[in-house]
């Protein structure tokens, strides 16, 4: 496994879903987008939810949880949500961590698909699936989660995240900056207000965490931007951006949804900052 400072990082495969390509997309005329991620039946494009997990320095850091186990038969259909594959628990224990090892889970923001394993079922309640953690999110954020907007509702489901302010183990964190040793993050605001992407540094070079501002590796793309986005131009100048900072800085991307692609990083193209030696986790140096 590859390391970054003190951290041994771990990929973390939680299962797959599915979303609407042309939501996934927005104007991106299909015959476009469907080269690049063929849809199923029902115009679905398949997503993986991978998370990232860093050992060291006595923590044991889990970013993003994937969309858990709470759903309904119903939701399963709807989201194509399938765990043969992989589930958060398994991938965990296969990297010889369990629930109660882990120290910190940094959630970049609280839909479904990556909040939604912060919580489990205890009973006749949802708890929190790791209980000596300390879950990192930023203040704004849970504000704007708290009192959702009419395109957002869906996505939030307060059970992936009022257990775990009920039990104490909410730290809401203020905007940009470092967050634990070597781990910064990150605040875009196009997507959703006030997700955190997380960057990782170390001797051997950076790698960021992107989290939805590119949910792909198609997304880099400036037009190439998500209908469920609250701020479609917000994002388009997020990106180019960050994809500026990353390819002068030489930063290695981590994406959590694409269906192949772990890790890459940019190059400059005549046609704009285009994605280089796409790559497993293992493989980042």
Not at 13 to 35: C, H, N, S, Y
Request: with cysteine; proline share 7%.
């Amino acid at each position: 496994m590859p390391t970054i400072g003190p951290y041994t990082l771990h990929a973390i495969e939680t299962g797959r879903f599915g979303l609407d390509g042309g939501a996934m997309f927005g104007i991106v005329p299909k015959p476009l987008w469907e080269r690049r991620i063929p849809p199923d039946d029902r115009n679905r494009i398949p997503l993986h939810m991978r998370c990232l997990l860093l050992k060291g320095a006595e923590r044991c850091i889990l970013i993003d949880t994937g969309i858990g186990d709470k759903h309904d038969a119903k939701f399963a259909d709807l989201f194509a949500v399938d765990h043969d594959t992989a589930t958060l628990h398994d991938s965990l224990r296969a990297a010889g961590v369990g629930p109660g090892d882990v120290t910190d889970v940094i959630l970049t923001h609280l839909h479904f698909d990556h909040a939604g394993g912060a919580t489990q079922r205890g009973g006749d309640r949802f708890v929190p699936t790791f209980p000596n953690a300390r879950y990192h999110i930023q203040r704004d954020h849970w504000d704007w989660a708290a009192a959702p907007n009419g395109k957002e509702r869906n996505s939030f489901r307060p059970m992936d995240f009022e257990p775990l302010q009920a039990a104490g183990q909410i730290h809401l964190v203020e905007g940009d900056g470092e967050l634990l040793p070597g781990i910064e993050v990150l605040t875009v605001h196009g997507h959703t207000h006030a997700q955190q992407l997380v960057k990782i540094s170390g001797a051997e070079g950076t790698l960021v965490y992107v989290a939805d501002l590119l949910p792909t590796s198609a997304h880099l793309r400036p037009p190439w931007i998500m209908a469920y986005d609250v701020r479609p131009l917000v994002t388009l100048d997020e990106k180019q951006r960050f994809l500026e900072a990353a390819h002068a800085e030489g930063w290695h991307l981590f994406f959590e949804h694409d269906p192949e692609v772990a890790v890459a990083s940019v190059q400059q193209t005549e046609r704009g900052i285009a994605i280089a030696d796409p790559r497993p986790l293992d493989e980042l140096f």
